[in-house]
């Protein structure tokens, strides 16, 4: 993979923790310089720190909060303004939201809605025009499994990411011409903060680094939909042409959320 990155400038979001941190880890290993966008200054400014240590003057932080235009559009900026390019945006902040829909409130929506989606297209909108300038570039927006599968318990989760995945789609074929790529990254679990403490991860959930390598892989490739892990790959493509089985499978996992909350308090 080090001739698709090495000496490129990646924008990563979401840079300080999870699959954001382990992407601008990798990416710095790769040869790119990477500019780190988080809310949470001090815990960026030291994964900055530390990879600086690792590959001096490869990273850059700056604390950004996503759900602010002038925030993102001040990020590309300083971007440009370091190295001259950006080459690739990895739009990955976001937060999870696993509730029955009884209990969420349209304030939650918009909450999740701002962070998970608004955030992503303000981030498109702000990196478009040096990209044009530049003849070309790759977007790479982070959705979810959530995001082409309709979850049962995840209605406002899915609805963002939902939105993710038609707006990147869409885009890749607008742009197409103008040399702009977009990447859709679709994972199942993976294990990040996302589920808070550690006891709530999912058995099947994946490392950070193996999401990693493989959309850094996808990417690489030019793929539309990075979908993985495998298994849950192989199981949406099943999908597609047994919409039967699809029912089954998700008003069982319906059921067995319920069940679970029921019995330990959560739904995984």
Request: glycine share 16%; charged share 10%; net charge negative.
């Given at each position: 993979m080090r001739e698709t990155y090495e000496g490129k400038v990646a924008v990563v979001t979401g840079a300080a923790d999870g699959m954001g941190l382990g992407l601008c880890r990798r990416l710095a290993e790769l040869g790119a310089y990477v500019v780190m966008g988080d809310i949470n200054g001090e815990k960026l400014n030291a994964e900055a720190a530390r990879i600086n240590q690792e590959h001096p003057g490869h990273a850059l932080a700056r604390v950004t909060d996503v759900t602010k235009k002038d925030q993102i559009r001040s990020l590309i900026r300083k971007t440009v303004e370091w190295k001259g390019f950006v080459h690739f945006l990895f739009n990955n902040a976001g937060m999870g939201g696993t509730l029955p829909v009884d209990q969420l409130e349209l304030e939650d929506w918009r909450?999740?809605?701002?962070l998970n989606f608004w955030s992503?297209?303000?981030?498109?909108?702000?990196?478009?025009?040096?990209?044009?300038?530049?003849?070309?570039?790759?977007?790479?927006n982070t959705s979810s499994i959530a995001g082409i599968v309709p979850l049962p318990y995840q209605e406002a989760y899915c609805a963002t990411k939902y939105a993710v995945s038609a707006v990147g789609q869409c885009l890749r074929y607008e742009l197409w011409d103008e040399n702009i790529r977009f990447s859709t990254v679709c994972p199942s679990n993976v294990a990040t903060s996302i589920f808070g403490d550690g006891a709530s991860i999912p058995e099947d959930a994946v490392s950070v680094e193996e999401a990693v390598e493989t959309i850094l892989e996808g990417v690489g490739r030019n793929e539309n939909l990075i979908v993985f892990p495998e298994t849950v790959r192989r199981q949406w493509e099943r999908f597609q042409t047994a919409p039967e089985e699809q029912?089954?499978?998700?008003?069982?996992m319906a059921r067995a959320r319920k069940e679970n909350y029921r019995t330990k308090g959560r739904y995984f």
């Open positions: 909450s999740l809605f701002e992503v297209l303000q981030g498109i909108y702000a990196v478009l025009p040096i990209m044009r300038m530049q003849g070309g570039g790759h977007i790479v029912e089954q499978i998700l008003l069982g």
